[in-house]
């Protein structure tokens, strides 16, 4: 099992639940319909990676998101992650009307920073993502379609969560593909305060 970074401690998260479709501008461009309800999928734990890598049987497309760790009830923490994506196939997946776990949830497709503990979630609060220095996503709970209290609901109406687990809040607009060798640096910031901050070099 595979454990992330909890400040000064190592958590197991039993599985990854994620959120597709929550920016109205992210799915302008990747050119799907705004869905009637949330979208919901799950990463596995054998998902998660401390390696950003490039390509995995195709060449592999970044999403930069606030995470959250789920404990006692609540988001006890937040980091910033990367779902990776094959969207080749994802497409295929789509137009055949299949899942997108082949897209989404193989191994190494997770990677996060430490997750830092939060006493509740600013409005303010936005995920920004710099590829070789130049800011490629910037977005956040504001922007967001479903805010963190109503995904939290939603999923806990048909989903146990289990302390440990992480939550993938969705991706601003600026998607695009991991080239080896670029480096990305991931924040999570409230206006202009860096709570959590991360670089990969994309190998």
Same mark, same amino acid.
């Given at each position: 099992?595979?454990?992330?970074?909890?400040?000064?401690?190592?958590?197991?998260?039993?599985?990854?639940?994620?959120?597709?479709?929550?920016?109205?501008? $992210?799915?302008?461009? #990747?050119?799907? %319909?705004?869905?009637?309800?949330? *979208?919901?999928?799950?990463?596995?734990? =054998? &998902?998660?990676?401390?390696?950003?890598?490039?390509? $995995?049987?195709?060449? #592999?497309?970044? %999403?930069?998101?606030?995470?959250? *760790?789920?404990?006692?009830?609540?988001? =006890? &923490?937040?980091?910033?992650?990367?779902?990776?994506?094959?969207?080749?196939?994802?497409?295929?997946?789509?137009?055949?009307?299949?899942?997108?776990?082949?897209?989404?949830?193989?191994?190494?497709?997770?990677?996060?920073?430490?997750?830092?503990?939060?006493?509740?979630?600013?409005?303010?609060?936005?995920?920004?993502?710099?590829?070789?220095?130049?800011?490629?996503?910037?977005?956040?709970?504001?922007?967001?379609?479903?805010?963190?209290?109503?995904?939290?609901?939603?999923?806990?109406?048909?989903?146990?969560?289990?302390?440990?687990?992480?939550?993938?809040?969705?991706?601003?607009?600026?998607?695009?593909?991991?080239?080896?060798?670029?480096?990305?640096?991931?924040?999570?910031?409230?206006?202009?305060?860096?709570?959590?901050?991360?670089?990969?070099?994309?190998?």
């Amino acid at each position: 099992m595979k454990n992330i970074s909890l400040e000064n401690e190592s958590i197991v998260p039993s599985k990854i639940v994620c959120i597709g479709r929550n920016y109205v501008e $992210h799915i302008a461009e #990747l050119g799907n %319909e705004i869905p009637d309800e949330m *979208v919901i999928f799950l990463k596995p734990n =054998s &998902a998660i990676s401390t390696t950003l890598t490039a390509c $995995h049987q195709e060449p #592999l497309h970044y %999403e930069a998101e606030i995470c959250f *760790v789920y404990q006692q009830g609540r988001f =006890s &923490a937040v980091g910033v992650g990367l779902d990776l994506t094959k969207r080749a196939l994802q497409s295929q997946l789509k137009a055949k009307k299949l899942p997108w776990e082949r897209a989404k949830a193989f191994d190494g497709s997770a990677v996060f920073s430490e997750f830092i503990a939060i006493e509740n979630i600013a409005s303010t609060m936005c995920v920004q993502l710099k590829i070789n220095n130049q800011i490629i996503q910037q977005g956040g709970v504001e922007l967001m379609m479903y805010k963190p209290d109503e995904i939290l609901a939603e999923i806990q109406t048909f989903m146990t969560l289990q302390d440990g687990d992480v939550v993938m809040t969705g991706t601003p607009k600026g998607v695009g593909v991991i080239h080896k060798g670029d480096m990305f640096e991931a924040s999570i910031l409230i206006e202009d305060n860096i709570l959590v901050s991360k670089k990969w070099l994309a190998h």
